[in-house]
């Protein structure tokens, strides 16, 4: 079983930053993709960024060139860096983890873009 726990959310003004963290724990054997969510009141969750075991990164279009996915193997842990943010990006942040074939799931963390 792996537990998953994402920190770092909060309330930031539009333009600013924020970095998210995520740690996975418990019996891990090997950690492929790991990947950030969101979810808005009232819309679907949807796929952030991605970063595969090899390091190869995708974003959804509206956070490319704000938005910086990272991983530390040693530690088992991912990382979203957002920068210049925007009023739309205000959503419960979530973690995904896929440990060999079965994805975990921590329980989120808010951040609320606002002035």
């Known amino acids: 079983q792996v537990q998953v726990v994402e920190s770092g959310g909060g309330l930031v003004q539009p333009g600013g930053s924020l970095r998210l963290s995520c740690a996975a724990s418990?019996?891990?054997?090997?950690?492929?993709?790991m990947n950030w969510y969101r979810q808005a009141p009232g819309k679907q969750r949807e796929l952030v960024a991605i970063?595969?075991?090899?390091?190869?990164?995708n974003y959804v279009d509206s956070v490319k060139g704000r938005f910086t996915i990272s991983r530390d193997d040693a530690k088992n842990m991912v990382y979203l860096q957002m920068n210049s943010l925007k009023p739309e990006d205000t959503a419960v942040y979530y973690c995904?983890?896929?440990?060999?074939?079965?994805?975990?799931w921590g329980q989120g963390t808010q951040v609320t873009v606002s002035s």
């Open positions: 970063i595969t075991s090899g390091g190869s990164t």
């Open positions: 995904n983890v896929k440990e060999r074939w079965i994805s975990y």
């Open positions: 418990g019996t891990i054997f090997k950690i492929y993709d």
